[in-house]
């Protein structure tokens, strides 16, 4: 079962400058602070119809607590790998990245392993042409189903702390690599946006 984290603190990890990126249209980059956060980054490399969460990069429905837990996730950006890690401070692993930024944004408190993040009670399964920003991705790595996660940011692209010597950055799902090794995809329950919701002191928001 999850839990959660009351008062849990809000994420401070270094964020890297911003990378050149496509333009895309000033009515979207003002109405989604995702869809602006992922375009000055450099992540946005197609551009749909005009207008709040337009294109097929971010599907329709994507809730505030997702795009906040993927604001969230691309704060750490940078961050070296450290088996075990758990904080900005110290490293992250790929399982100790999703914890951190799941409990710390959402007050979910999810298990420590990736393996056990796969299969934990309540998690719904989700196709792979159904994936939405905030979906956990997972991945056979070690030889193992669901030896590794990250987090789905959109357009193809997912967010995770890789292996020792690099940094927690983005790629794309896409590359021959990562298609190969998927294993699937979990979507948090319903209640990640009461858990939201509950430390904003508002009302969930639906997905």
């Known amino acids: 079962m999850f839990t959660a984290a009351q008062g849990a603190p809000r ?3 270094p964020v890297p400058a911003p990378a050149a990126a496509p333009a895309a249209s000033a009515p979207a980059l003002q109405d989604d602070p995702l869809l602006h956060l992922l375009h000055e980054r450099g992540v946005l ?14 599907p329709d429905g994507v809730s505030d607590w997702a795009s906040e837990l993927v604001i969230s996730a691309m704060n750490f950006l940078g961050v070296r790998y450290r088996r075990g890690g758990e904080s900005a401070h110290t490293g992250f692993d790929c399982s100790g990245f999703t914890r951190h930024v799941f409990e710390s944004t959402l007050g979910l ?4 392993r990736s393996a056990d993040q796969a299969r934990a009670p309540g998690w719904l399964k989700v196709d ?3 994936l939405k920003p905030g979906d ?5 790595t070690l030889r193992s189903t669901f030896s590794h996660v990250g987090i789905y940011v959109g357009d193809d692209k ?8 690099l940094k927690v950055k983005i790629e794309d799902m896409r590359n021959a690599y990562w ?14 946006a009461a858990a939201l919701a509950a430390l904003r002191g508002e009302a969930p928001a639906e997905r």
Request: proline fraction near 14%.
């Open 158 to 165: 997912f967010i995770h702390a890789p292996r020792t010597g």
């Open 45 to 58: 490399h197609r551009q749909g119809p005009a207008g709040p969460r337009a294109g097929p990069w971010v």
């Open 128 to 130: 792979r042409h159904e």
């Open 136 to 140: 956990l991705v997972f991945f056979n």
């Open 11 to 13: 994420p401070t990890g």
């Open 179 to 192: 298609v190969k090794r998927y294993n699937g995809a979990r979507r948090a329950p319903v209640d990640a």
């Open 109 to 112: 408190v999810l298990p420590r």
